[in-house]
């Protein structure tokens, strides 16, 4: 997930905010949106704010910017609501494909601003309840002045290549069979470099160099920022720790297992790095 097009951030809440403004409203992290499972519904929509009062919705809203000039904010809802037919909360990953992806991608948004606010309704130094920062996306306490930060936790991932071959793993948390880079959160005082060396060492036992940067994906489940690279063996045979990571295998690029979905940074990692391999001449 990405900024998408045509959409402008800020958080400034527009005085009056206008009912056609599209309303991210999520409850245990699930989006609120028209519509239902079966087949042949018409495709899901988010509400205006507009729509809230009559659906038995409250709460304070935060701005997150216009999409397409249209204000977008998000809200969280503590209680399960009983909603009029025709409405319903849904998982975001069930909503891929079918939410235009402007939308979904602001709705990921939404759904970590939210979480946000959930989490830090009280001071983590002295426990007074916090308010909103004015002219800030920052929440402070008027007892200390603490002032906390929606959370982005940085993560790794890099896809290791050895010839014309890709390291690829089966973490034990994936469905059976499915194989993927290699991935693991950054630490304190860590470079993201001094991250994949690490979770490379500790995963699969093996050295990597040329460290090439890819790309990075916006994860909001729950505030993940995951970025990408590729890079090349350096030493050492393949050890799979056996706890996180059940097997790790050397793939040639006709011979890649089942991946990941297409909606992840990893597949397009993989996709593209096995597609400039495949075009390396195999060795007789
Ligand atoms: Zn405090």
Redesign the pocket.
Known sequence: MHTPQGFVPGHALPDPLSADAHAFVFRDGKLLVSGDDRAQAPPPAVPAWGDLASLGIGGTPHFLGTLDGTPCVAVGVAADPSLPHGWRFAGLRSLFFALPEPVLATAARASQIVEWDRTHRF??????P?RDKPGDRAKE??????TAFPRVSPAMMVLVTRGREVLLARANRFPVAMYSALAGFVEPGETIEDCIHREVREEVGIEVGHLTYFGSQSWSFPHSLMIAFTAEHAGGELAPDGTEIADAQWFAPEAVPKLPPSVSIARRLIDATVARLARMPARS
């Open positions: 001071c983590g130094v002295c426990g007074t916090t306490c008027p007892a200390c002045g603490h």
